[in-house]
């Protein structure tokens, strides 16, 4: 007797709340969907709650994470004010006075 493949029940768990959706679209369709994907960063999951007018509100679950200056990568609140931790690091207390000085200019605090 074969016997079936075994699931996990972690497994068994996740497929009951989260079941499948099976949409047939052109291709183009499907490409500008990944693309916008790629773009917004939303999944398609997110597509749908939004045609479908069910998406909460957004500007509660936005969080803005600062940019750090020197790598344009976002960090976390505490990782970051103007320049994250691994660029201070890298280029220490020189970087500040510089920083300082940008800041100066494009705000035009001097005048």
Do not use: N
Not at 22 to 29: D, N, Q, T
Not at 34 to 44: P, Q
Not at 73 to 100: N, P
């Amino acid at each position: 007797m074969v016997k079936g493949k075994h699931k996990a029940p972690s497994r068994i768990r996740y497929e009951r709340a989260h079941p499948v959706v099976s949409v047939r679209v052109s291709k183009e369709l499907c490409q500008e969907l990944k693309d916008l994907s790629k773009v917004t960063g939303k999944t398609f999951a997110d597509f749908l709650k939004e045609g479908a007018g069910i998406t909460k509100k957004q500007i509660d679950k936005v969080t803005i994470r600062p940019q750090c200056l020197l790598c344009c990568e976002h960090h976390s609140e505490l990782d970051c004010f103007v320049v994250c931790k691994a660029c201070y690091k890298i280029w220490g207390d020189t970087i500040l006075d510089d920083l300082l000085d940008m800041m100066d200019a494009y705000f035009e605090l001097d005048k």
